[in-house]
């Protein structure tokens, strides 16, 4: 089994930054692509960014240019670099990893706890 566990939420004024990690444990030689979800109060949860073992990363529209993520393979732990933070960013955001290497995951096979990050206006 894979246990991940995110960190690094908070609250932050708008146009601060944040850096989430989630760091893996377990069976981690079954872990191959990782992401970012977020789901804001009344909201369906939605994907943020998602990187491939091999570092091809993607983003959704609104987080384009703002946010970073990346991994660190020898320490099995995935980032999201937030800047330039907005309210509407304001939601529990969500570590995910897959068995699978595609960029494109519809089932992720692992979730974390999540971790609560608030932008104030």
């Known amino acids: 089994q894979v246990q991940l566990v995110e960190s690094g939420g908070g609250l932050v004024q708008a146009g601060g930054s944040l850096k989430l990690s989630c760091a893996a444990s377990g069976s981690i030689f079954l872990i191959n692509t990782m992401g970012w979800y977020r789901q804001a109060p009344g909201k369906q949860r939605e994907l943020v960014a998602t990187?491939?073992?091999?570092?091809?990363?993607t983003y959704r529209d609104s987080v384009k240019g703002r946010f970073t993520i990346s991994r660190d393979n020898a320490k099995n732990t995935v980032y999201l670099q937030m800047n330039s933070l907005k309210p509407e960013d304001t939601a529990v955001y969500y570590c995910?990893?897959?068995?699978?290497?595609?960029?494109?995951?519809?089932?992720?096979?692992?979730w974390g706890q999540g971790t609560q990050v608030t932008v104030s206006s």
């Open positions: 995910a990893a897959d068995r699978s290497n595609r960029i494109v995951v519809v089932r992720w096979n692992y």
């Open positions: 990187i491939t073992k091999g570092g091809t990363t």
